[in-house]
Protein backbone atom coordinates (compact mmCIF):
# COMPACT_ATOMS: atom_id res chain seq x y z
CA UNK A 1 0.00 0.00 0.00
CA UNK A 2 1.10 3.19 -1.00
CA UNK A 3 -0.18 7.19 0.09
CA UNK A 4 1.30 10.12 -1.40
CA UNK A 5 -0.16 13.22 -0.22
CA UNK A 6 0.97 16.15 -2.23
CA UNK A 7 -0.62 20.01 -2.34
CA UNK A 8 0.89 21.35 0.70
CA UNK A 9 2.31 24.85 1.01
CA UNK A 10 2.70 28.08 2.39
CA UNK A 11 -0.75 30.60 2.27
CA UNK A 12 -1.58 33.68 3.37
CA UNK A 13 -4.95 33.53 6.06
CA UNK A 14 -8.44 33.38 4.12
CA UNK A 15 -6.60 32.01 1.19
CA UNK A 16 -7.23 28.21 -0.46
CA UNK A 17 -5.20 25.11 -0.88
CA UNK A 18 -6.41 21.27 -2.40
CA UNK A 19 -4.84 18.83 -0.81
CA UNK A 20 -4.45 15.28 -3.15
CA UNK A 21 -3.92 11.75 -1.82
CA UNK A 22 -2.62 9.33 -4.58
CA UNK A 23 -3.52 5.56 -3.79
CA UNK A 24 -2.44 2.10 -4.82
CA UNK A 25 -1.67 -1.34 -3.99
CA UNK A 26 -5.38 -2.25 -2.64
CA UNK A 27 -8.62 -1.53 -4.12
CA UNK A 28 -8.80 1.67 -3.44
CA UNK A 29 -12.61 1.57 -4.07
CA UNK A 30 -13.65 -0.57 -1.28
CA UNK A 31 -12.60 1.57 1.46
CA UNK A 32 -13.09 4.85 3.20
CA UNK A 33 -10.80 7.26 3.20
CA UNK A 34 -9.83 10.29 5.72
CA UNK A 35 -7.73 13.26 6.45
CA UNK A 36 -5.91 14.04 10.05
CA UNK A 37 -3.79 16.75 11.25
CA UNK A 38 -1.13 17.01 13.07
CA UNK A 39 -0.55 20.66 14.42
CA UNK A 40 3.09 21.96 16.01
CA UNK A 41 2.71 20.93 19.60
CA UNK A 42 -0.44 19.09 19.28
CA UNK A 43 -1.94 15.72 18.83
CA UNK A 44 -3.13 14.48 15.97
CA UNK A 45 -7.02 14.64 14.93
CA UNK A 46 -9.36 13.64 12.20
CA UNK A 47 -10.30 16.37 9.64
CA UNK A 48 -12.41 14.53 7.36
CA UNK A 49 -13.73 11.40 6.73
CA UNK A 50 -15.47 10.16 2.92
CA UNK A 51 -16.98 6.88 2.21
CA UNK A 52 -16.25 4.05 -0.46
CA UNK A 53 -18.38 5.76 -2.49
CA UNK A 54 -18.38 8.92 -1.79
CA UNK A 55 -21.64 9.88 -1.28
CA UNK A 56 -21.15 10.13 2.61
CA UNK A 57 -19.05 12.65 4.24
CA UNK A 58 -18.06 13.39 7.95
CA UNK A 59 -15.97 16.61 9.29
CA UNK A 60 -14.72 18.05 12.41
CA UNK A 61 -16.55 21.14 13.84
CA UNK A 62 -13.85 23.42 13.18
CA UNK A 63 -13.27 23.08 9.69
CA UNK A 64 -16.91 22.34 9.02
CA UNK A 65 -18.10 24.83 5.73
CA UNK A 66 -14.39 25.35 5.10
CA UNK A 67 -13.45 22.23 3.57
CA UNK A 68 -14.64 19.58 1.51
CA UNK A 69 -13.41 16.18 1.22
CA UNK A 70 -13.98 14.67 -2.50
CA UNK A 71 -12.54 11.38 -4.33
CA UNK A 72 -12.00 9.96 -7.67
CA UNK A 73 -12.28 6.39 -7.96
CA UNK A 74 -11.30 6.33 -11.39
CA UNK A 75 -7.68 7.76 -10.56
CA UNK A 76 -7.22 6.34 -7.12
CA UNK A 77 -7.49 9.85 -5.44
CA UNK A 78 -8.51 11.45 -2.39
CA UNK A 79 -8.75 15.17 -2.64
CA UNK A 80 -9.01 18.26 0.45
CA UNK A 81 -9.96 21.25 -0.54
CA UNK A 82 -9.46 23.50 1.84
CA UNK A 83 -11.03 27.25 1.68
CA UNK A 84 -10.56 30.83 4.52
CA UNK A 85 -7.54 29.00 6.32
CA UNK A 86 -6.60 30.38 9.24
CA UNK A 87 -3.37 30.14 10.91
CA UNK A 88 -4.76 27.44 13.63
CA UNK A 89 -4.76 24.94 10.14
CA UNK A 90 -1.02 25.15 9.98
CA UNK A 91 -0.15 21.30 10.62
CA UNK A 92 1.11 18.23 8.44
CA UNK A 93 -1.75 16.99 6.78
CA UNK A 94 -2.02 13.41 6.22
CA UNK A 95 -4.02 10.77 4.24
CA UNK A 96 -5.25 7.41 5.80
CA UNK A 97 -7.16 4.35 4.45
CA UNK A 98 -10.36 3.74 7.17
CA UNK A 99 -9.98 1.20 9.55
CA UNK A 100 -6.18 0.29 8.26
CA UNK A 101 -2.94 1.11 9.31
CA UNK A 102 -2.28 2.25 6.30
CA UNK A 103 -1.02 6.37 6.04
CA UNK A 104 0.74 8.48 3.71
CA UNK A 105 4.14 10.40 4.88
CA UNK A 106 2.19 13.71 5.04
CA UNK A 107 2.29 17.13 3.51
CA UNK A 108 2.77 20.46 5.62
CA UNK A 109 -0.15 23.42 5.69
CA UNK A 110 1.21 26.50 6.58
CA UNK A 111 -1.07 29.72 6.72
CA UNK A 112 0.67 33.00 7.46
CA UNK A 113 1.30 36.21 6.38
Known amino acids: VQLVESGGGLVQPGGSLKLSCAAS????????MSWYRQGPGKERELVAT????????VYADSVKGRFTISRDNAKNTVYLQMNSLKPEDTAVYYC???????WGQGTQVTVSS
Open 96 to 102: RVCLTNY
Open 25 to 32: GFTFSAYG
Open 50 to 57: INAAGGST
